[in-house]
């Protein structure tokens, strides 16, 4: 069965330091990947996905993640973070074939200091 | 364009109630998901639909759960004689094809 893990269940970061939110998958094939944000009260925005090819994706807001298959690994980074990153993250790996719900992880809860 | 909704945004329901939840997909999309979201959690599947068909119900957490989709567009997941621990965000997605999925604002479900 797949599952996700994502060690950090809060990480606090000040305003214009660098971020990295970590995210170890298990699955038997090729997964498809993918991180979400939620804000309090909302669903889930998509912040970028992996499904093929280039390893480092770019995705909305600043963000991009990098798939390592060795370390089943595919951690969140962005350079510089801004206050209204503050949110819940998730990551979550497929199957890709069209038909499979997300398995997500128990999220991160990214907390900004001025 | 339109994203996902969903309604009612928040229900409160005594224990033994029935509850109905609505989900109005993005227009076109094939694929819908429904998604449980307990406290200080990630979502959990619950079931999947590929137009009016229910190819996925392994997530339903007991008989007590049921979704439709009859005409391939709106959902509606119903819950029977709710209990607590049914208390959660329910969250719908679709998809075009199911690869990506986009998702509603979701329903706060308390039971007391």
């Known amino acids: 069965a797949q599952s996700v893990t994502q060690p950090d269940i809060h990480i606090t970061v000040s305003e214009g330091a660098s971020l990295e939110l970590r995210c170890n998958y298990s699955?038997?094939?090729?997964?498809?990947l993918f991180w979400y944000v939620q804000s309090p009260g909302q669903g889930l925005q998509l912040l970028l996905k992996y499904f093929s090819g280039d390893t480092l994706v770019q995705g909305i807001k600043g963000f991009e993640a990098e798939f390592k298959r060795s370390q089943s690994s595919f951690n969140l980074r962005k350079p510089s973070v801004h206050w209204s990153d503050a949110a819940e993250y998730f990551c979550?790996?497929?199957?890709?074939?069209?038909?499979?719900?997300?398995?997500f992880g128990k999220g991160t809860h990214l907390i900004i200091q001025p | 364009g339109a994203g996902v909704s969903q309604s009612p945004r928040y229900k409160v329901a005594k224990r033994g109630q029935d509850v109905a939840l609505r989900c109005d997909p993005i227009s076109g999309h094939v694929s819908l998901f429904w998604y449980q979201q307990a406290l200080g959690q990630g979502p959990e599947f619950l079931t999947y639909?590929?137009?009016?068909?229910?190819?996925?119900k392994s997530g339903l957490p007991s008989d007590r759960f049921f979704a439709e989709r009859p005409e391939g567009s709106v959902s509606t997941l119903k819950i029977q004689r709710t209990q607590q621990e049914d208390s959660a965000v329910y969250l719908c997605?679709?998809?075009?094809?199911?690869?990506?999925?986009?998702f509603g604002p979701g329903t706060r479900l308390l039971v007391l």
């Open positions: 639909f590929q137009n009016e068909a229910q190819l996925d």
């Open positions: 979550a790996v497929s199957g890709g074939g069209g038909a499979d719900g997300l398995t």
């Open positions: 699955y038997g094939a090729t997964p498809y």
């Open positions: 997605a679709s998809s075009p094809k199911g690869e990506t999925q986009y």
